[in-house]
């Protein structure tokens, strides 16, 4: 199916525990994004990507890592899960830069205990 | 930080009514851009205004910017149930290569 899409929808995982969530596309976008939302703060960037093998810091990257060796594939790893990091993370892409549409995934929702 | 703030955070409207929500920022922007997020979903784009356009309209959805002022408005005509959502405003970096993305309004149309 064409699109972007995330997995897992929901993940539950213990607090030090590394975890990675997984977000592809189908259309080839060069742009990908690391969104969470949370509760009073709306959406924030934690990493983009530009290109594959291009990333950058977003607002909020502190603990979590990016990779993108394939254009349509962006996995977000939290490398030792913290309370803190319990969220709704989505990804999203756009064809260029931010003078575009985004198009969004369907969201994992993130529980760390 | 250059995320926006929408306001008001919270709208209640009968169905027909109009909806307004608001949209200020901090920075200049090069193009804002309207996204709607219904429960438990991602967010869908609605519209994109220019940063040298004061006026856009798509269907029901009026959008309204104000560079001056560093501000937007989302008007939605003749609302219905269906577009009972939060509604977010999202602007560019400096750089253009980021989104910013304001706390968002949440709007419930009452049939």
């Known amino acids: 199916d064409a699109g972007i899409t995330q997995s897992p929808r929901y993940k539950i995982t213990e607090t030090g525990r590394q975890v990675t969530l997984m977000c592809h596309q189908t259309?080839?976008?060069?742009?990908m994004f690391w969104y969470r939302q949370d509760l009073g703060h709306g959406l924030r960037l934690i990493y983009y990507?530009?290109?594959?093998?291009?990333?950058d810091k977003g607002e909020v990257p502190d603990g979590y890592v990016v990779s993108r060796s394939k254009t349509e594939n962006f996995p977000l790893t939290l490398e030792s899960a913290t309370r803190s990091q319990t969220s709704v993370y989505f990804c999203?892409?756009?064809?260029?830069?931010?003078?575009?549409?985004?198009?969004f995934g369907q969201g994992t929702r993130l529980t760390v205990v | 930080s250059q995320q926006g703030e929408e306001d008001p955070q919270a709208l209640s409207i009968q169905e027909g009514e109009n909806a307004t929500m608001n949209c200020s920022y901090k920075?200049?922007?090069?193009?804002l851009q309207w996204y709607r997020q219904n429960s438990g979903r991602g967010l869908v784009h609605l519209i994109l205004?220019?940063?040298?356009?004061r006026e856009k309209h798509s269907g029901r959805l009026r959008v309204t910017l104000d560079t001056s002022k560093k501000s937007s408005s989302l008007l939605i005509t003749a609302s219905r149930a269906a577009d009972t959502a939060s509604y977010f405003c999202?602007?560019?970096?400096?750089?253009?290569?980021?989104?910013?993305f304001g706390t968002g309004t949440s709007l419930t149309v009452i049939p």
């Open positions: 999203a892409s756009s064809v260029t830069r931010a003078d575009t549409e985004a198009f």
């Open positions: 259309w080839s976008h060069s742009y």
């Open positions: 990507s530009a290109a594959a093998d291009i990333t």
């Open positions: 920075t200049s922007i090069n193009n």
């Open positions: 205004i220019r940063s040298n356009e």
């Open positions: 999202a602007t560019d970096s400096g750089t253009g290569n980021q989104f910013y």
